[in-house]
């Protein structure tokens, strides 16, 4: 077999201008950004101008930038850096190189020394395998100190024809980055190095199912048929390792590794998968290739053929990545018949190591490079499910971080770590939710990981094969499956939403999950909320992940509100911002916030597959100006012909507050041909009814009031229509503080002439002052007196 060089070539543009190079005998230094320099030895002068694993460009717009040279050193000068280097051969040394920022950048130790590891804000690993609460991180992009670096001295070089080749031992590659704290800097300048993040196909923003479980075809399709009818929406379907036959020979291995489908199971795989799209369910199979091709398989003899393995004498086909033949072959006939009888995607399970038998090339990256490249040889959009590999790994999402103990340590850690993990530019983390083995069993644990999941990037219920691990909602009583059946359906409401972010990823750098310093970064406060972030650009997440006090029947997390007016997504209740404090939520509940002015549109139905929607429920929250662009494609071409529909609140303009959705530009092909608005407007005080407008002509509108949410709802009007809502006097709607605190006490464990006591106090205290010095006098404990405050003091304007 003769294999086609050319098959998984990558456009790549890695040499650098030649006017940002400054060379000097062994070293050269290339000026990429003002704030990002490229320095290399080599003993030889064999300088690197190949693509690599992890680097793609180099060829950045050349900078200004000044040269110094004298006989003793050199230097380079940017608006942003400025390096010193004492020439002197043998290579760099932290007393020949150093680079510092201009500007007095910081009071902290800014100056970078060669050789010295900056401790940065960290970035992510490779594996979540058995833990129970945290692992180490490797170190990130982000430095508070204000700089960061790539060494990409060990990376593998890509070659024209696309396949990698060792690089010399004797090379020092490192890439300096003093970004300061300007961390979406850093990212932008980032992915212009290594490449962008792919689009993902809209389906992978839905829920998955997944279960390490040898399910029959039957026992399949019975789960999903009830799931769809007691109203759980998932839009992927995980097959986990037994779709294919494990109970093997012994001398050809332990079963983990397999392609032939286990016909016992799934006696005619073809109709299972269609039977599944039907059902609106993209499917991935999962893969242990580590143990190659055994001759049981069904595909071995033609395989085998083509790679001239003697297979009369049933010699295995082993696993060898580095070989292009094999890697060929691998895809041709392992993968490419299954993805022609209806496999979507596959989830690459590698868990054997980063060794071959070429000196530092990493397995994992390369299935994940070749997969990818291969699962996109058509015009559908790629997309696999693996483990992470190191800087670069971006290219290849979704990422499989692994299998978790079930405890309350291990979802504490997942939302630091997924936030983190965008400090490299690592965007598509998928847990597995809930956890995946041993623990206890614990109904309000696994409710508020799968609230953390809805809000993370993929939301993948997952479990062990254990009888007692599987994670159906019904088997967690009553009130926590219509807790999780309303999170489920809200995961693929809020998908018009995630998507816009998904291509706001792509094409912007800007992750779906933020750590709160990334727009702070220099407030203090935004860097004690570890398990805290941004959402896209409308949301604040801060999920729940210790247990709730019984006493109040209440979950509790330390909160950072910058400045500003915010509002409770689910409640509609206000806080006024620039403050820490504790929110506290009951079991249904999780702190998501908005802010004055955001802008969130939904899906009003909650269907497996996730298409563009007919109905709408655009959320508007009062206080400020804001806009937003919704961005629609078909979801799946590798070329997307976006549309993009703004919609903008002016708060309090001439006239009133106006709120508008302008038609859709760009290409429109893949939306309904009409679409209805439910317009929810969060903490409007409205005493005029609005004047509403479709097209310019003003139009009777169905309204409704619920709390803090008034709602109007306009009938179905062709994709290219126009609205206008007008308020004459919306003013921001305060919290019902009254009511809010009858309705805690009324509910807490707490003793009668206590709760009489607090509610007396509040009701003539008549002041915030008098208020606080009663209560003060109580002697609350810590817990009451925490929840009240939140109450109390949310918002006081």
């Known amino acids: 077999m003769t294999p086609d060089k050319l098959r998984f070539r990558i456009e790549t543009h890695p040499q650098a201008p ?45 900078p200004d930038f000044e040269v110094k040279e004298t006989e003793e050193t050199l230097e380079i000068v940017t608006t942003a850096v400025h390096l010193l280097f004492h020439k002197e051969r043998g290579g760099f040394t932290k007393h020949n190189l150093r680079i510092e920022p201009i500007g007095n950048y910081s009071l902290y130790h800014s100056t970078w020394y060669f050789g010295e590891q900056p401790e940065t804000l960290k970035g992510t690993a490779r594996t979540l395998d058995k833990v129970d609460g945290a692992v180490e991180l490797e170190e990130g992009l982000m430095n508070e100190r204000g700089f960061s670096l790539i060494d990409d001295s060990r990376s593998m070089i890509v070659k024209t024809d696309g396949w990698v080749e060792e690089r010399s031992k004797d090379a020092v590659d490192v890439y300096y980055l003093g970004y300061g704290r300007d961390y979406l800097g850093t990212l932008r300048a980032y992915h212009q190095l290594t490449g ?36 759980y929406p998932f839009s992927v379907a ?35 998968l269609g039977w599944l799209h039907e059902k609106g369910l993209h499917t991935t199979l999962n893969l242990h290739p580590a143990n190659g091709v055994q001759p049981h398989e069904e595909m071995y003899e033609e395989m085998g053929r083509v790679l001239d393995v003697d297979t009369e004498k049933k010699e295995p086909i082993d696993f060898d990545i580095a070989d292009p033949a094999f890697l060929h072959a691998y895809f041709d006939y392992l993968h490419h018949p299954h993805e022609e009888a209806g496999v979507d995607f596959w989830w690459i399970d590698w868990q054997q190591g980063s060794v071959t038998k070429v000196p530092g090339l990493d397995p994992l990256w390369m299935l994940n490079h070749y997969h990818f490249l291969d699962h996109g040889r058509e015009e559908k959009r790629p997309m696999i499910f693996s483990r992470y590999a190191g800087l670069g790994s971006h290219r290849y999402p979704v990422g499989f971080s692994g299998d978790t103990v079930v405890s309350w340590a291990s979802l504490d850690f997942q939302p630091y770590f997924t936030a983190t993990a965008s400090n490299v530019g690592y965007n598509w983390w998928s847990h597995d939710i809930g956890g995946h083995k041993d623990g206890v069993k614990d109904n309000e644990l696994f409710v508020r990981w ?77 860097y004690e909320v570890p398990n805290q972030y941004y959402f896209g650009t409308q949301l604040l997440v801060a999920p729940i992940t210790k247990k709730m006090d019984p006493t109040f029947s209440l979950g509790h997390v330390k909160v950072w509100l910058p400045k500003g007016i915010w509002w409770d997504f689910f409640t509609g209740r206000v806080y006024e911002g620039d403050q820490m404090m504790d929110m506290y939520r009951p079991l249904a509940q999780m702190p998501v916030l908005t802010k004055a002015g955001g802008i969130v549109p939904l899906d009003q139905t909650a269907e497996n597959e996730p298409v563009n929607p007919e109905k709408m429920d655009i959320r508007i ?10 961005i629609e494609d078909d979801g799946l071409l590798q070329e997307p012909a976006y549309a993009s529909t703004k919609m903008s609140l002016r708060w309090k303009g001439e006239g009133g507050t106006t709120f508008a959705i302008q038609k859709p530009e760009g290409n429109t092909e893949a939306l309904p041909q009409e679409r209805s608005f439910r317009l929810t407007f969060v903490g409007f005080e409205v005493k005029e009814t609005p004047t509403v407008r479709v097209n310019g002509e003003v139009v009777e509108a169905d309204i409704s009031k619920d709390g803090a949410f008034y709602s109007i709802d306009l009938p179905a009007s062709p994709i290219d229509s126009e609205y206008q809502v007008q308020f004459s006097d919306a003013a921001i709607r305060g919290n019902d503080v009254e009511k809010e605190l009858f309705a805690f006490l009324d509910g807490a ?9 607090i509610f007396k106090t509040v009701k003539k205290g008549r002041t915030p002052a008098r208020i606080a010095s009663g209560l003060h006098a109580l002697e609350l404990d810590h817990q009451l007196s925490g929840a009240l405050s939140e109450i109390l003091w949310a918002y006081l304007a």
């Open 196 to 231: 962008k993040t792919p689009l993902l196909p809209r389906y992978a923003l839905g829920n998955w199912w997944s279960r390490y479980y040898p399910y029959s075809e039957k026992e399949y399709k019975e789960l999903m048929n009830r799931f769809e009818s007691e109203g």
């Open 450 to 526: 799968v609230q953390f999941g809805v809000f993370s990037p993929i939301n993948r219920l997952h479990a062990t094969s254990g009888l007692f691990h599987g994670k159906e909602p019904w088997r967690y009583g009553k009130e926590a499956a219509g807790i999780i059946r309303e999170f489920l359906q809200l995961r693929h409401r809020l998908i018009p939403y995630v998507y816009t972010m998904n291509v706001y990823t792509h094409e912007d750098d800007l992750p779906l999950v933020q750590p709160m310093y990334y727009h702070h970064p220099w407030a203090e406060e935004a």
């Open 18 to 62: 030649e006017a940002s190079q400054v060379i000097w005998e062994q070293y050269r230094f290339t000026v990429l950004t003002p704030q990002m320099i490229r320095l290399e030895y080599h003993p030889e002068a064999r300088f690197e101008d190949r693509a690599t694993q992890t680097v793609w460009n180099r060829n950045f717009d050349t």
């Open 238 to 272: 995980v097959i986990d390792m037994d779709w294919h036959v494990t109970d093997v020979p012994p001398e050809y291995g332990s079963g983990w590794t397999g392609y032939t489908w286990n016909r016992e199971l799934f006696p005619d795989p073809a109709e299972f």
């Open 621 to 630: 929250f009062a206080g400020a100006n804001g806009q937003f662009k919704l």
């Open 749 to 757: 464990e707490l003793p009668i002439p206590l709760k009489e006591a």
